[in-house]
């Protein structure tokens, strides 16, 4: 088993270090002592939890798409001059960036405080691991 301690857990969860231990007492989580006697939890038995307990807002548009990466969030910010313009989105705790034309930006009726959903279909996925993770 790879071991997670409690802090980072809470971390990668988005949840506090309190959460986690309640977790681990209710039996919600497995967990162990490592070999400096702290709590850690099993990296397997987290990744089930993240995912049983994601909280995935409705896709207000009701379209049906192959894009499986669909990313509910709020426009914080765009710049845009005549041709091009960047729009900033928060989607939960991830910030999400796209660059388009400004008329797309003018169609879609985005500005900051709309509700708009970031699909994301690409051919590369560039996955990283902390250092000394790998």
Known sequence: ???????HAAAYLGVSDDTVRRWVDAGTLASERDGSGRTVVDSLDMARLARENA???????????????????????ITMDTVMAQVEMQCGPHRIVSLMSSEAVRELGLEPGSVAIAVVKATTVIIETPAGKA
């Open 1 to 7: 088993m790879t071991q997670i301690r409690i802090k």
């Open 55 to 77: 909280v995935l807002p409705a896709d207000p548009s009701e379209i049906g798409r192959s894009a499986r990466n669909r990313l509910v969030g709020v426009v914080t910010d």
